[in-house]
C-alpha cells in the first residue's frame, strides 16, 4: 500500500518543469554558523560538468515541516533535487520521516541495510550497533538506495530527489553512485572579464549585451584589488563558440567604458 501511495504521489507532480536542479541543505548548525556548508558549491560544480544548471539553493531547519514544504516545492519545480544533511544517528536527523511524509509514503528498517550496517560494526570494532546508529537504516518505502563507500550508512532516491550526508566526503562519495541515474548534457563553462571599473558604469552596456545574447547567462561582480574598486563580468554557458563571442563583446564593452581588461 505504501509503495501504491508514492507511485501516486509522483505522479502528480508537474511533467513540465524548469530545467536544472535544486540543493536543499538541511540542518541547524548551517543556520547558526556553527558549521560552514561547502556541499552546495561542491555539488553545483559537480552538476555544471554534466551540463545541469542549479536553479535554486535553500537552507532549512532540523524541522519536520519546513523540510517537507521545502521538498514538496522544490521536487515539483525541478529535474532534480539534491539534500544534504539529517539522515545520521541522533535525535534530530529527521531528513527521512521528512521525506516519507512529503511523498506521502511510510517508513521503516530495510533489512539490506540493517544487516549490513550490523556487519559493519561487528567486523569494524568501531562501537555496537546501538539503537541510534540502527537509525540509519530507516529507509521510506519506494527509495532506492545511494551507495556510500566510505562509512557504509547510505542514502536514498525518493522521486526526483536524492538524499545525501551532510559531511562533505561521504556527500562526495555518494555523488558517484547518483552520476548514472541523472540524464548529462554539454558541460558549462564559464568566461570572465575584470576590470577596474564599476558596476554603475558598465550597467547599461551590459543590459544591452544581455539582450543581444538572451540565452547566455550574464553578471556582474564587484571586487577590492590594489586598493581600487573593480567589475568581473562572467558570461555562461554549454556553447564554446558563443561564449568566445561573448568574450570578445564583454572585453570591448570593457574598452568602450573607458577600461582595459585586467
Given amino acids: 500500500m505504501a509503495n501504491r ?5 509522483t505522479m502528480e507532480l508537474p511533467i513540465s518543469r524548469t530545467r536544472g536542479a535544486a540543493i536543499l541543505v538541511i540542518g541547524d548548525e548551517i543556520l547558526s554558523g556553527r558549521t560552514q ?12 560538468q554534466l551540463g545541469i544548471p542549479v536553479r535554486e539553493a535553500r537552507v532549512v531547519a532540523d524541522v519536520e515541516a519546513e523540510i517537507v514544504a521545502a521538498v514538496r516545492h522544490l521536487s515539483a519545480r525541478y529535474d532534480y533535487v539534491f539534500t544534504t544533511g539529517g539522515i545520521g544517528p541522533t535525535h534530530d536527523d529527521i531528513t527521512a520521516d521528512s521525506m516519507a511524509r512529503a511523498f506521502g509514503t511510510a517508513i521503516d528498517f530495510h533489512p539490506t541495510v ?3 550496517l ?22 521510506p518505502y519506494g527509495a532506492s538506495l545511494i551507495g556510500n563507500s566510505l562509512s557504509g550508512a547510505p542514502g536514498f532516491q525518493i522521486g526526483n530527489v536524492f538524499v545525501m550526508a551532510g559531511i562533505p566526503a561521504v556527500m ?20 570572465t572579464v575584470s576590470a577596474f571599473l564599476g558596476e554603475g558604469t558598465i550597467a547599461a552596456g551590459l543590459a544591452r549585451l544581455q539582450k543581444t545574447y538572451p540565452d547566455v547567462p550574464l553578471g ?3 571586487f577590492s ?8 563580468l562572467v558570461a555562461r554557458g554549454a556553447d564554446a563558440a558563443k561564449l568566445g563571442e561573448v568574450r570578445v563583446a564583454l572585453i570591448d564593452l570593457v574598452r568602450a567604458a573607458g577600461g582595459e581588461p585586467l
Wanted: net charge positive; hydrophobic share 40%; charged share 25%.
Fill in 220 to 222: 556582474s561582480y564587484p
Fill in 114 to 116: 540493517f544487516a549490513a
Fill in 118 to 139: 550490523a556487519a559493519r560494526y561487528a567486523a569494524l570494532n568501531v562501537g555496537t550497533f546501538n539503537e541510534a546508529r540502527q537509525r540509519m537504516a530507516r529507509i
Fill in 225 to 232: 584589488r590594489e586598493g581600487k574598486f573593480g567589475t568581473s
Fill in 172 to 191: 562526495q562519495a555518494m555523488l558517484e553512485d547518483v552520476r548514472k541515474r541523472l540524464v548529462a548534457s554539454q558541460a558549462l563553462s564559464s568566461v
Fill in 37 to 48: 556548508d561547502t556541499n552546495t558549491g561542491y555539488i553545483a560544480r559537480w552538476l555544471g
Fill in 5 to 9: 501511495r508514492l507511485k501516486r504521489k
